[in-house]
């Protein structure tokens, strides 16, 4: 399709909204303009909605920090592993508030981590446990103490993958939810 200039009288493509002649503007008809209106519309509710993502990504963030979960400065190693047991009791204390207020399956994503972290830990609880009742661990780990520390060792590594998994989870779940119902958090960590 094609359209004529009615200032000089060219013909253009449809493609063209001007003349490439005169720079007159092309006559719009009402179903043209109503569906760029539409699209202008749908356009800027697309933006807003991300927008509003952005806001509430960065309120979570700024909860996680507030509440002491993840501080912007980070502190030495020794700072950081008590931060990690800090979010680990936080995580934990909130799965059990869930749980107790009658809430069990309000997040199974949530209780179905929290079920995989326990078996995790019990992996490793298990080979401790059995080693130490035999009363033979410390003559494996003297024979061959190399093999006998990567072995147990190795069982911790599911235990801490999955640990971080849901309390990271965990947390961001709640802060999430105290954003949206528009609550501070209360600094837990100085």
């Given at each position: 399709m094609s359209w004529r200039c009615s200032g000089c009288g060219e013909t253009h493509d449809d493609a063209f909204?001007?003349?490439?002649?005169?720079?007159?503007?092309?006559?719009?008809s009402a179903g043209e303009r109503a569906s760029e209106e539409q699209e202008l519309e749908a356009e800027a509710a697309e933006v807003a909605a991300e927008d509003a993502e952005q806001q509430r990504t960065v309120a979570v963030a700024a909860y996680q920090e507030e509440a002491g979960w993840y501080p912007a400065v980070r502190a030495d190693k020794w700072g950081e592993a008590a931060r990690?047991?800090?979010?680990?009791?936080?995580?934990?204390?909130?799965?059990?508030?869930?749980?107790?207020?009658?809430?069990?399956?309000?997040?199974?994503?949530?209780?179905?981590?929290?079920?995989?972290?326990?078996?995790?830990c019990a992996i490793p609880g298990g080979l401790v446990l059995g080693e130490v009742a035999r009363g033979s661990w410390l003559e494996r780990w003297a024979t061959n103490g190399a093999l006998f520390t990567l072995v147990h060792l190795g069982a911790l590594i599911p235990c801490m993958v999955t640990g971080r998994r849901v309390?990271?989870?965990?947390?961001?779940?709640?802060?999430?939810?105290?954003?949206?119902?528009?609550q501070r958090s209360v600094p837990r960590v100085t």
């Open positions: 909204r001007s003349c490439w002649q005169c720079g007159a503007s092309r006559a719009i990690a047991i800090h979010r680990l009791v936080a995580a934990h204390r909130l799965y059990r508030e869930r749980q107790d207020s009658g809430a069990r399956n309000a997040r199974p994503d949530l209780d179905r981590l929290w079920t995989q972290f326990y078996l995790a309390v990271g989870r965990e947390l961001r779940a709640a802060a999430e939810a105290a954003v949206m119902q528009g």
